[in-house]
Each structure stands twice: as C-alpha cells, then as structure tokens.
C-alpha cells in the first residue's frame, strides 16, 4: 500500500515540476518538495550529556528555519558506532541528519576490529560546525609553565611519571607527546576526564590529555592549568594557548563536527542543508556557544569538508597503530 | 542415596555454580595479569571462582538442611508476558506504536487463563490512544505512531 | 558566615519567588510526576524527555522548572515504586522493598505520605546545606582518590548484603553476579571489551533500565499472574485511612533525621555516592531497629528513611555541580547539559559572577520542594485509587509502559531482548529464593570498584598499601569491617541458639 502511493507520487513528479516550471507554484520547486516530513536528528549520545546538548541546540535552532518538527534521535552505545550504523542505512532523504564529530565516525574505521560500516563510502559532509582541540593540561600549582618544562621534569621522572587519558584522541596525543620526548610516563586510563580531576591535583598525576570542554572549565576555576592545544594552528576561542606543534612536537589532532547525511542524498537537499547549517553557524550566539565547548565555528565547502573526512579516515589508522590502541569488536 | 532436602538452595546453588562457570568459560580469552599488575581478566576470573565457591556451598547446604520447596512454575504467564514484549520490539517499526498497543494488550491477556477480547480490545485501543498523545505529540519522542516507518 | 546564608538566601529567594517562577516550579512538578509516575520510565528518561520544554524559558525560570521536573520525577518514581513495585533509578530499589509490602496490606497512602514528608524535610535540609556548607564539602569530596573510591565501593557492596531479609550467603552470590554483570562491556583500564558476544548494544555495558526493570517488574507482573486470585488491594481513600497514624509519625521521624544525614553527606561523592545513600539509609534502620525482622514487611521506618536519604543525596549532589563544575551522576550530566544550554557553565565562576542566579537555583530547589509537597500530599487519593483499577487492566498498561521506557532508550530492538533475558532470570532467581536488590547494588556499583581497583595500583605501581596509606580509604575500610561483624556476628548467634535448641 504504502510502496504503492509512493510509486504514484513518484510518476506524478514530473507533473509537478511542469507546474512549477509554468509558474503555478509559489517559490522554488525544491524548496517546496523539501522539507516536507519531519525532520530527525540522530545524536550519538545519551540525552543530557555534554555532547547531546550540542546536537540539541542545533535542533533546537533548527526547528524555526525549516517550520518541520525536528526530533533528535539518541542512538547511544558501542562509542557511537550504533548512531553510525544507523545512519549510514537509513533512506538518503535528507530526513535523517547525523550531526556528529566527524573525525569519530572517520576514527570508528579504526577503533573496532568489525566497522559497521565504510564510513568513507556511506556517508556525505551536508554542512560543518566547528572545530577543536584536545588540551595538555597540569596542576595549576605545578611549577610547569610551558610544555618545555613539563618535558624536562618528565624525563628526569623517568617511569615514575603518569599521565592521564579518557578518550582515543586524548591517547594518541599523550603516545605522540612520548614518541617525540622519548619520556617514559606511564599512561592511566579514565572513564571520564572529571574522573581524573582529583589525581591530577593531588600531584599523583604528572599531567593529562584532556578534551577542552573540561579543561577550560577546570582552568576557569584555577585548578588546572593548559600548556597547549593539539590542534595545527591556534584556536580563535583561546588564542593565548600555543598549539602542540609550536612547542616542537608536532601534530595536528583537530576534532571537527558536522550534520553528515548518507552517501546518495540529492544534491540540492544537501545545498538546502548545508545553507541552514551555515546560518545557524555563523550566528553570534553559535559563535559563543561553541566557544564555550573550547571550539571554533568552522564554515567550510562540502565538498573540501569530504576530503577532510576522507583524509582523516586514513591518518587515524596510522595513529591507532602509533598508540598501539587494541580494535575492539 | 542424596535427597535435595532444600530444592530453594539446591536450585540456587547450582544457578550459582552455571553462571560462575559461564564467567570462567567466556572470559577464558581474558589476559589476567598479576595482582599488582591486573588485566582485564583477573576480576572476572575472581569473582567468577567466588560464585562457582558459594553455589557449592548452597547447594551443598540444599541437600543436608531443610528448606522450603519451589514454588510451582507457571509457564503460562512468564511465556506470554515476555513473547508480548518481544512481539512489542519486532512490531513498533513496522506497525506503529499505536497498533503495537492493541497487539501488546491481546498478547499479554492470554498470560491469563480466562480472556475478554473485547475488554482487551478496548484496553489496547485506550493505551495506544494515551501512548501516541503522551510519548509521540506530548513529548515528541522518536517513535513511529502510525504504520510505522 | 551565617549572615551570609540567610542574605545569600534572601538574593536567592527575592529572584525567585516571583508568581510566575512559582508557576513554573508547579508545572514542572506536575508534569515530572505525571511522566516519573509511568511505570518503566524512570526519573532519568523522564527528565530527559521533558527537558525541551525548559528551553524556551529565561534562564532563571527554566531552572526552576527543571528543578520541579527533577523532584516530581523523583518522587513519581518513589510512587510508582510503591504502588507496583517497579523501581525507576537505583535508589528507589530499597523503597520498594517495605514500600510495597505496605501497599500490599492497604497502607499505601501512609507510605506515600511519609516519603513525601520526609522528602520535603530532608530537601529543605539539603538546601540550607547547600548554602552553608557547599563550598568547604567539594573540597572535601576533592580528596577522594581512586584508593578512596574503592574502598567506598567495598564498604556500599558491603551493607547491600544487609538488604536482603533472606539467607545472607545468597545475598553474597547475588552481589558478586551483579559485579561480573556490571563488568561486562568496554573495559576502561585496557580498552578491550569483556563478555559483549560482538552484540554492539552491551560494548558500553549492559544498560541499568532493561536489567532493572526486566528483573524487578516484568517479574512482578508474571508473579502477579501466577497467584490464584489476582492483587487487588483493601483500597480506602477516606483521609484517615491514607494518612499516617500517629504511631507511623513515631516510627518514622527519626529515621528521616538519620536519613537526611546520611544522604546529606553521601551525595556530595562524586560516582555512587548518592545511589549508596538510600540502601546505606536502609541498612541503618534495619541495624537499629528493636525488631529488625519487620524489615521487608512493611516497616515505615523502612519507607521513610532511604526517601529521606534518597532526596537530600539529590539535593547535595548538586554540590560537586555548583562548586566544581562536575556532574556526579547521569542526572547531574542532564542538569549541567541543560544549564549549558541556557549559557550558564556550572562551577564556582557562576556564584560570584551571577548570584542571583547562583542563589536563585538553590532557592528554586527548596521550591520545588514545597511545590512536590503542595501537589503530592492532595494526589495520594488518585494514587492509592489507581490500586483499585483491577489488575487484569492494569498489567498490559504496566508492561507497555516498560516497553515504552526501554525501547525508548535508543530506540533499539536489542534492549528489549536484553530485558526479557533478565525477566527470566530474575525469574528463575525468584523462584530460588534470591533477592534481586543486592545483585542491582553489585551491577552498579562493580564496575567502579574494579577500575578505581586497578587504577589505585596502577598510579601506586603495584603496591597494595596505599589502599591503608590513604586516611579516608583506611577509614572506610574498617568501617567495612564494623559492618562485616554487624552481619556475621547476628548470624553467629543464631545458629549457635538453633544448635543449641537440637
């Protein structure tokens, strides 16, 4: 029944465009023929942690532009491999918007020994949102100012030093970070960065690779102090802090966001999309509000925004491999 | 010749002793390590050795302490009760959450040996009308409220 | 100091206490009930889905809707704890356990009315505690490290064994199954993954609603069913009869004192610290009580202290939150998710940059409060009426309401599969005279006390003494052995007295 009607609808397409095409329907075909059905966003976490809220504030500025419900969809678990999955066999429509880090669906290749899916094959850049780093911090009573001097310390500390981490990026940062220094520290492994919060000030950790959103809080608060970004260049939002590669261990471990579709959406649907993410994104208030999760507002065009994607799906099998992290499955 | 003279423990240990050897079997694979150095296998190891310990002691106890016998086991109710709630999984995409109400209420009526298929009928229909208003319009959860999607 | 309480609570307050923002407190009272009352919808779900109504508003009046969406949800949970014996959250577990035995013998009204009023006095408790002490608490909860936290853990595993009114080695094996359950997922420590058979839905582990509500109400309905005549409740609704007696009064205000300190100060610990405090609440009443055989049967100390405890661990977990800008626990994570949204970044900066904000969220708290108790106190009629709604209709509404709540979780197949996996065990496990509550203690509570396990020795290089070295972690450990002698000693006794007796 249902194939049926669509199967209709489908032969009578071109009659609508002839309509429009003869100036019977108001505006452009396109704009008229999408969105109309409610729109779902899928967000790879649980409802209410830090990452959801991102997803949800889009959603949120979603809804007036488009004038469609927009749902968000949780699909949490297996470190979002279970969202990925979803997406990449869901109908390319245009309807189901993934709006994700798009360096862990690249990194999700790598990090499990049975991908769901060829991300670099199932999945189209609609539109990006921001960019961030991963932070090397310290105790904000250490006596190390610069990385120069946490290297130094480190190496005279020998295997006696730790470190903490509690997420893949944070990882492959603290093996480059020893690569390069050949310091010896003994990586700890949180489930969470707050976890490791209290070690860290109470001088049992030596220093950690922590993501931003904690580290500029707890640097606000006086507890820690951030020694350098992972990303390539400096971020705007915190353009007093050098960046990894300035203090001579060079790498660049940007995390970046984007509303991702499936491989084989229509061209103007992505345009369509891709235009209301880049009003919501250059807003003032995503500008501070993104600012605030430690990144930068990033507008870039799809198709440079899918050689990224593409170019970070080969370089983190490399880093997996440096970080000799195990593939799950 | 041995007589369970407590089936509750008996029972028990040896649910015990099948989940502590479930634990040592599929976590075989798991590396160990040492004591000061532990990996991810030496706490489920542990505590599967433990639990394997108590259900012989429980079930030892079962066969030279008095206890109380099994409750009778119904199967009439658990099995209707859980086919309704794997039907429910199956359906939701493919029907709706409207439908899969009235498919959720016929399902687990029969866990009862007297069913009113009308009462249950109009049951189904008032949870499906309550379940789309609250959860699909009301909360605008992600759920398919009509044929599915 | 003190001067300072009551003038930061009168900043608070005068924020606040606008007609509208009271509004708002009620609506999201209302609506956090109705939704936490659905049995299978936890207060986590419940608060999550009713978060976007909050969006809208300005910040101030937003927070303090979501502060009345958090204690209606909670205390809808507590509801439907007691009047079906479906826990939504962790804490509500022990609620169940007399709170529905007294619904059971018709005393349903009394039971809700003491946990609301031992709520409501264990919140204003919180609150001021918040105001006064806040500060100097988080640094206190600063000091726990990983040794710390596993000897914690030790100590909560510990006082789940007094939980259980049956055999106390059962008890034991039912905690060590919920630790290796808790285990089974990602490992943190070495990032491999332990017991998930390649089923992607339990590589994070296995999710708390599905094994809760599979093992604790899936089973209660089919053990509802397998009676011979179904439940249906002696069910009065006259005032007198859903009131407490004087004597319930008697009974039960010391154990919300005692609960309101224990919450009080466990729910400042960041990871389990407020889950301990309704079964620690829990174990302590049973361990004072002059009858402790009443425990599991009804007793009301057995309602009104863990609600106590449960609702003022609610109010200070606020406190790593506010202080820190940590979130203790999964709701804590949605607050601090919603605050964000509303351009506040939880931590020690909002206190001195916007006090009327500060203060204003811990007076809307206290609101809240009062408004679960405006609303809650008239609602027990209506709840203890729902009783009285023959089972045969009920149950098919109960079971579609879990489906709903665990289906919901990511809308994925899997955990519906995962919860009828629990409704048999659990199944079978009652059958057998095992108690599921210290098995749910040892699932969450497991992985926790593994990775602090393995942290500790990790950053100590492989030496066990700093589990003694550490002044809180040596202290929680012999409190563990205290309360080890508590359970043994008892038992000891009694079976040298049926020894004797032979």
Known sequence: MKIALKSLLRSAAPAFALAAAIGMAPGGAHAQAYPNQDIRVICAFPPGSGADVLVRYFAEKLRPIVNRTVIVDNKAGAGGNIATEFVARAKPDGYTIFVHAATAVAASMHLYKNPPVDVGKAFQMAATINRQPFMLVVDAKSPYKTVADLTEAMKKKGDQASYATAAPTGKIMGEIYKNVTGIKAVEVSYKTAPDSLNELTSGKLDYGMHDPVFALAQQREGRLRILAVSTGKRLAASPDLPTMTESGIPMDLTGWWAAMVPAGTPQPVIDQINKWFVQIVSSEETKKFLNSFGGDPNIMPIDEAQKQFLKDVKDWGDYVKLAKIEPQG | MLRVKSPQDFGAGIIFIVVGAAGLIFGRELAVGTA??????????????????????????????????????????????????????????????????????????????????????????????????????????PLPAWWGN | MEFDVIQNLATGFTAAFTLKNLGFALLGCFLGTLIGVLPGIGPIPAIAMLLPITFQLEPLSSLIMLAGLYYGAQYGGSTTSILVNIPGEASSIVTCIDGHQMAKQGRAGAALAVAAIGSFFAGCVGTVFIAAFGPPLSALAQQFNSPDYFSLMVLGLTTAVVLAHGSVIKAVAMVLIGLLLGLVGTDTNSGLTRYTFNVSAIWEGIDFLPLVIGMFGIVEIVRNLEATSLPRAAVSTRFRDVWPTRKDFHESWRAVLRGTGLGSILGILPGGGAVLASFAAYTVEKKVAKDPSRFGRGAIEGVAGPEAANNAAAQTSFIPLLTLGLPSNAIMALMMGAMIIQGIEPGAAVMTKRPDLFWGMVASMWIGNLMLLVLNLPLIGIWVKLLSVPYRLLYPAILMFCIIGVYGLNTNIAQLVIMVIFAGFGYLLYKFGCEPAPLVLGFILGPVMEENLRRSLVISRGDPMVFLERPISAVLLAMTVGVIALIILPQFRKTREEAFQE
């Not at chain 2, 086991?73 to 709706?96: Q, S």
Request: aromatic share 10%; net charge positive.
């Open chain 2, 36 to 141: 000061s150095r532990m990996g991810p296998g030496y706490f489920p190891i542990l505590l599967s050795y433990l639990i394997i310990a108590i259900g012989l002691v429980v079930s030892a106890r079962g066969l030279t302490l008095e206890g109380p016998p099994v409750e009778r086991i119904h199967l009439r109710p658990i099995f209707f009760v859980l086919a309704a709630i794997l039907a429910a999984g199956f359906l939701l995409n493919m029907v709706g959450l409207a439908l899969t109400s009235v498919l959720v209420a016929i399902i687990a009526a029969y866990a009862r040996s007297q069913v009113n298929l009308l009462e249950t009928i109009l049951l189904g229909i008032g949870m499906g009308i309550f379940s789309v208003v609250v959860f699909v319009y009301g909360l605008g959860q």
